[in-house]
């Protein structure tokens, strides 16, 4: 099957990866399961065979590491009718393995050309127009809130900054370790594809990097190009926001976070900032921040076409109901 057939039909399908641990960690197709017909050292001796050997000693390094037994029992646990599996390039391995579960009268069938065709079809995917509306505005305004109300009224919205596992700012990763870049592009390209005949879809503003993340160029592109929707809101609202989501971090967290901004800020205000991280007052030192992000994202505003603007008042409706009216 195509990957595209693949992703259509995913839910009929237990779709496994028959790569070792350390290829599935760094990217595979989302919801995929990992049953690794060799692990990591398995797999570089293999490689190692073959280029100084040959075909046929890697061959038979292959047949005399694999655990039958156990790989039958993994599949056959899966209780499942049909089984979707793939290895790097629909080559030795997952023939095999298609091979091995077809006698044993398993419904199994094989990704064309294995990951490798699935990663060239993620990254078609985001060269593809898209009816993008993007959700923009000052810190603390409730741009994610509100995105995570969109998805929860089941409209076409995709959330950029829990896919990277990472809120965007210095403030925004301490807690989560972000997903590979390449595993990223993934997901993105299947929440796209699930999303390509909505009439919108509704993203975050973010910058091209979210944490160690960054979003794809032509992606990105379309992203600066779109209508975008700015919430403004009261600033002891935004505060509130601010001072709910990042007061219960510890003292040192956001301190090194403030560390980081200092040559941006500059030394008083850094200073500042952390004598009253240091004294709980999370709300001034809120105030303080601003300063420094609304003018940051002031400038980003002004490079867009105002007639690709519309400003909602956030403070006149709560985020609930603008969910529903957009």
Known sequence: MTP????KNQKKFTIVDVRSPIEYAKGHIPGALNIPLFSNLERDEIGLAYKKEGKNK??????????????IEQFKALNQNKIALYCFR??????????????LDFKVYILNGGYKSFRNWAIAQFSKPYPLK?????????????????????KAAIDLEEMAKHKGSVFGGFYQIQPTQEHFENLLALNLFKFCQAKNIFIEDESRNIGSII????????????????????IENRVKRCVNEYGSYSQEKLKMAVQKLENKLGSQAASQAIRLIDEKNYEECSKLLFFYYD????????????????????????LSEIASDI
């Open 4 to 7: 595209e057939y693949l992703i």
């Open 58 to 71: 890697a061959i038979e390094k292959g047949l005399s590491v694999v655990k039958l037994p156990i790989l």
């Open 90 to 103: 629909g080559g030795m391995r997952s023939s095999s393995v298609v091979w091995l579960l077809k006698l």
């Open 134 to 154: 993007i959700i923009g505005g000052h810190t603390g305004v409730g741009k994610t809130e509100l995105i995570k109300l969109l998805i929860h009224q089941n």
């Open 215 to 234: 979003i794809p160029t032509p992606f990105y592109e379309q992203m600066q190009k779109a209508f975008i929707l700015v919430l403004q809101d009261l």
């Open 295 to 318: 003018k940051r994202y002031g400038h980003s505003l002004l490079k867009r076409e105002q007639n690709m603007m519309q400003i909602i008042k956030v403070y006149e409706k709560s």
